[in-house]
């Protein structure tokens, strides 16, 4: 699986975020307007996540197609932060939370890395 483009990603999330299955108008109708692009362009993006594996597709009716996700949302973004890791971290997840920790973190953000290390080390009740 390979790295989306910004656009492309803009894209997926507003596929994943809808019932399947989509259409170009679908997205045309959202995205298309906000960003001003043409309809020519949203189906070369489309074409380009068929290309890549993202996305399959399937003739509609009459000129339709209708396209489904093949890679889910929580596959590609597991993807991102191993590579996010790999390359900017040295894959060490104490790095990234050094990092972190010259951020504003607040209580919530906090409680959530305690949920998910007390959740990593086997515990099953919240903290």
């Known amino acids: 699986m390979q790295r989306l483009p910004d656009t492309e990603f803009e894209i997926m999330e507003f596929i994943w975020s ?12 959202t995205l298309g307007r906000e960003r001003s692009w043409k309809l020519q362009t949203v189906v070369t993006l489309f074409g380009r996540l068929c290309e890549r594996g993202f996305l399959r ?19 590609y973004l597991a993807m991102e932060t191993e590579a996010f890791l790999d390359r ?16 504003d973190l607040t209580d919530d953000d906090l409680a959530e890395l305690r949920n998910f290390v007390h959740n990593a080390q086997g515990g099953t009740s919240g903290v």
């Open 18 to 29: 809808t019932q399947p299955p989509v259409t170009t108008s679908m997205v045309m109708d």
């Open 88 to 103: 900017y971290h040295n894959r060490s997840v104490a790095s990234l939370l050094a990092a972190l920790g010259d951020a």
């Open 57 to 75: 597709v399937q003739k509609g009716q009459g000129r339709s197609h209708l396209y489904y996700p093949i890679i889910s949302r929580q596959d």
